[in-house]
């Protein structure tokens, strides 16, 4: 775009939301534009001349912005401008389409509902080996404006949440994917045809030389591609190339089929920008995931413990409930909205329960009648009777997979908070295994 025409350029612009996007946008902006700052909670966090630049909820009605950037946090059914932000809906955007405004760098952008954060990862691992300038962006925890020092050839690995992509209205991705859809989100989206319709948004946008990658075996997604019309080339692809390159590699993260179907879209993505081929086989082989992202924390004794901290749905553990022994799963914390557990009958028997939490009924509900459950105060408590029946059955390969399915904001700061607790958990109960 030209910064002629670049509409972010010397404008009247309202920030929304004062976290770590709201705050890289205001600094990217600040010389560009006249800005102005709002948030329901002013953010403990010092910004420069904040002061100055925070507009109160009255001055608010009575300016006229040019353009509006809400941070993906924000809700505009569910915030203090709500009724503003309805009637000003034209204006809003996002910081992704900021950055599209002002570069044109080539990018991969990720999204789905689970995956998102490793397929990431693991394609920056891939890049950076490859002495690329690659930057790692987006929802994964690094704003996409506070990147400094980019170069035309510097190449950004995008993590789209669909709270980001809601909003924006120009950002469009070179490179883009789709991993997977089941419902999300939706005390935020209402609907899972929202929320569709949000992740969607990265195909729409794209033009006839751009590259939306698919697996074939995923129909849903093939279908909504054919009824969109898209015009991007379709790059559709079956499961044997990650087959064949898994022969090759020994690496226990890659038996978990999430993790595997993860790794078909990266092959598809680097085999497309012609990356050599055997320091790609060298950083998947050493690739040891996220934290708390279905991370093996203890192996040993025929006793494996997966920290999957990250699950907020039941959706995210059906990979590694499918593919490990004897598990020992902990579930429990806030329950997401229209979540449903879509696992096959066959792996029933393979699994025992232990819901911890106040928020039991639901889960109880959704595995009543088909997998065996107990139910405990804390993840403490469940832990710990857990590690008593594994030091009883001592010949027997077992899992405890920790994977709670549920927000975390009921005992947690946050999903890491949550994972690191879990952690310390198993150092101290581990002794003699």
């Given at each position: 775009?030209d910064k002629?025409?670049?509409i972010f350029?010397?404008?009247?612009?309202?920030?929304?939301?004062l976290?770590?996007?709201?705050i890289s946008?205001?600094?990217?902006?600040k010389?560009?534009?006249?800005?102005?700052?709002?948030?329901?909670f002013?953010?403990?966090?010092?910004i420069?001349n904040?002061?100055?630049?925070?507009?109160?909820h009255?001055?608010?009605?009575n300016t006229?912005f040019?353009l509006i950037?809400?941070?993906?946090?924000?809700?505009?059914?569910k915030?203090?401008?709500?009724k503003?932000?309805?009637?000003?809906?034209k204006?809003?955007?996002?910081d992704?389409?900021?950055?599209y405004?002002?570069?044109?760098?080539?990018?991969?952008?990720?999204t789905?509902?689970?995956g998102?954060s490793?397929t990431?990862q693991?394609?920056y691992?891939?890049?950076?080996?490859?002495?690329i300038?690659?930057?790692?962006?987006g929802?994964?925890?690094?704003p996409?404006?506070?990147?400094?020092?980019i170069?035309k050839k510097t190449?950004?690995?995008?993590?789209?949440?669909s709270?980001?992509?809601?909003y924006?209205?120009?950002?469009?991705?070179?490179?883009?994917?789709?991993?997977?859809?089941?419902?999300?989100?939706l005390?935020?989206?209402k609907?899972?045809?929202n929320y569709?319709?949000?992740?969607?948004?990265?195909?729409v946008n794209?033009?006839?030389?751009?590259?939306?990658?698919v697996?074939?075996?995923?129909?849903?997604?093939?279908?909504?591609?054919m009824?969109l019309?898209?015009?991007?080339?379709?790059?559709?692809?079956?499961?044997k190339?990650?087959k064949?390159?898994?022969?090759?590699?020994?690496?226990?993260?890659?038996?978990?089929e999430?993790?595997v179907?993860?790794?078909?879209?990266?092959?598809?993505?680097?085999?497309?920008l012609?990356?050599?081929?055997?320091i790609?086989?060298k950083?998947?082989?050493?690739?040891?995931?996220?934290?708390?992202?279905?991370?093996?924390?203890?192996k040993?004794?025929?006793?494996?413990i997966i920290n999957?901290?990250k699950s907020?749905?039941?959706?995210?553990?059906i990979?590694?409930?499918?593919?490990?022994?004897n598990?020992?799963?902990?579930?429990?914390?806030?329950f997401k909205?229209?979540?449903?557990?879509m696992l096959?009958?066959k792996?029933?028997?393979?699994?025992?329960?232990?819901?911890?939490g106040?928020?039991?009924?639901?889960?109880i509900?959704e595995?009543?009648?088909r997998?065996k459950?107990q139910?405990?105060?804390?993840?403490?408590g469940?832990?710990?009777?857990?590690?008593?029946d594994?030091k009883n059955?001592?010949?027997?390969n077992?899992?405890i997979?920790?994977?709670?399915?549920?927000a975390s904001?009921?005992?947690?700061k946050?999903?890491?908070?949550?994972g690191?607790y879990?952690?310390?958990?198993?150092?101290s109960?581990?002794?003699?295994?």
């Open positions: 775009m002629d025409l670049n350029l010397n404008k009247k612009i309202l920030i929304y939301g976290g770590k996007t709201g946008t205001y600094n990217f902006l010389n560009k534009s006249s800005v102005f700052l709002f948030d329901d002013i953010p403990k966090k010092k420069p904040l002061k100055s630049k925070l507009i109160n009255k001055k608010i009605l006229e040019d950037i809400l941070s993906p946090g924000i809700d505009i059914h915030c203090k401008l709500s503003f932000l309805k009637k000003n809906k204006k809003i955007f996002s992704l389409d900021i950055f405004a002002f570069y044109k760098n080539d990018n991969i952008t990720i789905g509902t689970n998102k490793t990431c693991l394609l691992e891939i890049f950076s080996s490859q002495k300038d690659v930057r790692l962006v929802n994964i925890g690094n996409i404006l506070s990147t400094k020092k170069k190449i950004f690995i995008i993590e789209a949440s709270y980001q992509l809601e924006s209205q120009l950002f469009k991705s070179r490179y883009a994917a789709i991993l997977n859809l089941s419902p999300d989100h005390e935020r989206h609907t899972f045809k569709v319709k949000a992740k969607f948004k990265l195909l794209q033009s006839n030389s751009d590259f939306f990658f697996r074939k075996d995923n129909v849903y997604i093939q279908k909504k591609i009824s019309k898209a015009k991007s080339k379709i790059i559709a692809f079956d499961s190339k990650v064949n390159f898994l022969i090759k590699i020994s690496n226990d993260y890659f038996l978990n999430t993790n179907e993860n790794l078909s879209y990266v092959l598809e993505i680097t085999n497309k012609k990356i050599k081929k055997d790609l086989k950083t998947v082989q050493n690739f040891k995931g996220l934290k708390y992202r279905q991370q093996i924390i203890f040993k004794n025929n006793l494996t999957d901290s907020t749905s039941f959706s995210s553990s990979g590694a409930l499918k593919t490990n022994p598990i020992y799963w902990l579930l429990g914390g806030i909205k229209g979540d449903k557990l096959p009958r792996y029933y028997k393979n699994i025992r329960a232990f819901i911890y106040k928020n039991k009924k639901p889960f509900k595995l009543d009648g997998i459950y139910n405990f105060n804390s993840i403490k469940a832990l710990k009777k857990i590690i008593i594994v059955r001592k010949l027997q077992r899992t997979f920790f994977s709670p399915c549920a904001f009921d005992s947690f946050n999903f890491e908070d949550r690191s879990f952690n310390k958990l198993v150092k109960y581990t002794n003699g295994i």
